[in-house]
T-cell receptor, first 114, second 114 residues
Framework: GAGVSQSPSNKVTEKGKDVELRCDPISGHTALYWYRQSLGQGLEFLIYFQGNSAPDKSGLPSDRFSAERTGGSVSTLTIQRTQQEDSAVYLC????????????FGPGTRLTVL | GNSVTQMEGPVTLSEEAFLTINCTYTATGYPSLFWYVQYPGEGLQLLLKATKADDKGSNKGFEATYRKETTSFHLEKGSVQVSDSAVYFC?????????????FGKGTKLSVIP
């Protein structure tokens, strides 16, 4: 596709359930980033992939959060045992490998934990 | 660590008014600076950027100048339109220090009324 796509666009879940959020980066972009946008914390960096590897996972807020990327393309962010404080918009971005200063963002997934 | 401080909103202006949104930053290295815009219901879009001191980024009538001496990157537009109503985020990336994560300000909501 022309831009970064994310699915689902909206997700409502019950506290304690697991959720998976998907990101399809721009074709040819080897770098992929996850951010979280919440009312209390603003925009926070979560994790970065170069190819299939994530050299820095320190932005993940807890061990309930994990992410993987396969085939150097699609990425999945998984949140286990969701809590109400996980409610936020999860944004994915991608860039050409060395161009960290040109990150293109997807529309986001709005997660609501009841 | 790195941080970005931008003026709190919301900001309400009449059409054709002059806009300034202040942004200052703290960085350990020599960052690149950005303004992102988020229109209602849409994802983040890069509005403009500057990568070194005294550079001026510009796009769609918006301008911002990288001021190293005052660690600032204020966003300006001479005559706003209703279609400029959005949330504006100032951000930096310290790519010179090998970083890849954008650090964002809290965002400033702009409403332009006819």
């Amino acid at each position: 596709g022309a831009g970064v796509s994310q699915s689902p666009s909206n997700k409502v879940t019950e506290k304690g359930k697991d959720v998976e959020l998907r990101c399809d980066p721009i074709s040819g972009h080897t770098a992929l980033y996850w951010y979280r946008q919440s009312l209390g914390q603003g925009l926070e960096f979560l994790i970065y992939f170069q190819g299939n590897s994530a050299p820095d996972k320190s932005g993940l807020p807890s061990d309930r959060f994990s992410a993987e990327r396969t085939g150097g393309s699609v990425s999945t962010l998984t949140i286990q045992r969701t809590q109400q404080e996980d409610s936020a918009v999860y944004l994915c971005a991608s860039s050409l490998g060395g161009r960290v200063d040109e990150q293109f963002f997807g529309p986001g997934t709005r997660l609501t934990v009841l | 660590g790195n941080s970005v401080t931008q003026m709190e909103g919301p900001v309400t202006l009449s059409e054709e008014a002059f806009l300034t949104i202040n942004c200052t930053y703290t960085a350990t290295g020599y960052p690149s600076l950005f303004w992102y815009v988020q229109y209602p219901g849409e994802g983040l879009q890069l509005l403009l950027k500057a990568t070194k001191a005294d550079d001026k980024g510009s796009n769609k009538g918006f301008e911002a100048t990288y001021r190293k001496e005052t660690t600032s990157f204020h966003l300006e537009k001479g005559s706003v339109q209703v279609s400029d109503s959005a949330v504006y985020f100032c951000a930096l990336i310290d790519s010179g220090a090998g970083s890849y994560q954008l650090t964002f300000g809290k965002g400033t909501k702009l409403s332009v009324i006819p």
